[in-house]
T-cell receptor
Framework: KQEVTQIPAALSVPEGENLVLNCSFTDSAIYNLQWFRQDPGKGLTSLLL?????REQTSGRLNASLDKSSGRSTLYIAASQPGDSATYLCAVRGNNAGNMLTFGGGTRLMVKP | NAGVTQTPKFQVLKTGQSMTLQCAQD?????MSWYRQDPGMGLRLIHYSVGAGITDQGEVPNGYNVSRSTTEDFPLRLLSAAPSQTSVYFC???????????FGPGTRLTVL
């Protein structure tokens, strides 16, 4: 059974710092991996999606990398801003999982002005 | 487009009561899913549908029923609510050929 872990569970940084969020998964037979952002009391917004054949994806100040063989993904946020404060979740879709995403528990990020 | 909408936003039930959580999307997406989110456990898939008339179980289906009579709507029914079903419920959809999921705002359910 696929298990997804995100470390740290919470992170507080001053504005302007570059930071890395980590995601690890136990089964490397994945179809793709997604990073989501969740604001308090709101739904999830897809940030980046990496297909299993890709190594990284970039969108603005966000860069996500994928190392399937080691079961790891990182989300890099450059020049963090208070507006980046949210919970970040990663989710993997297995090769035989159909429509099912397996989510990590999330990293709660606070960027202080 | 309104995207994915969910009603109600909040609900309190007593043990044993039944209710239906509504989910609708106006993007003509074939795939729709229900997840529950519990503290520290991420989101877990309850049921999903790959199109009208087709549904299947996810990771935690017990105590929940679904149906998909139209492409737009995917209601989730709690047959006899239990305190263990206290959670935040999210509906999601995605179009055929895309892996990007679109989530609704969630329904916060408390079962006393």
């Amino acid at each position: 059974k696929q298990e997804v872990t995100q470390i740290p569970a919470a992170l507080s940084v001053p504005e302007g710092e570059n930071l890395v969020l980590n995601c690890s998964f136990t089964d490397s037979a994945i179809y793709n991996l997604q990073w989501f952002r969740q604001d308090p009391g709101k739904g999830l917004t897809s940030l980046l999606l990496i297909q299993s054949s890709q190594r990284e994806q970039t969108s603005g100040r966000l860069n996500a990398s994928l190392d399937k063989s080691s079961g790891r993904s990182t989300l890099y946020i450059a020049a963090s801003q208070p507006g980046d404060s949210a919970t970040y979740l990663c989710a993997v879709r297995g090769n035989n999982a159909g429509n099912m995403l397996t989510f990590g528990g999330g990293t709660r990020l606070m960027v202080k002005p | 487009n309104a995207g994915v909408t969910q009603t109600p936003k909040f609900q309190v039930l007593k043990t044993g009561q039944s209710m239906t959580l509504q989910c609708a999307q106006d993007m003509n997406h074939e795939y729709m899913s229900w997840y529950r989110q519990d503290p520290g456990m991420g989101l877990r898939l309850i049921h999903y549908s790959v199109g009208a008339g087709i549904t299947d179980q996810g990771e935690v289906p017990n105590g929940y029923n679904v149906s998909r009579s139209t492409t737009e709507d995917f209601p989730l029914r709690l047959l006899s609510a239990a305190p263990s079903q206290t959670s935040v419920y999210f509906c999601a959809s995605r179009p055929t050929g895309s892996d990007t999921q679109y989530f609704g705002p969630g329904t916060r359910l408390t079962v006393l």
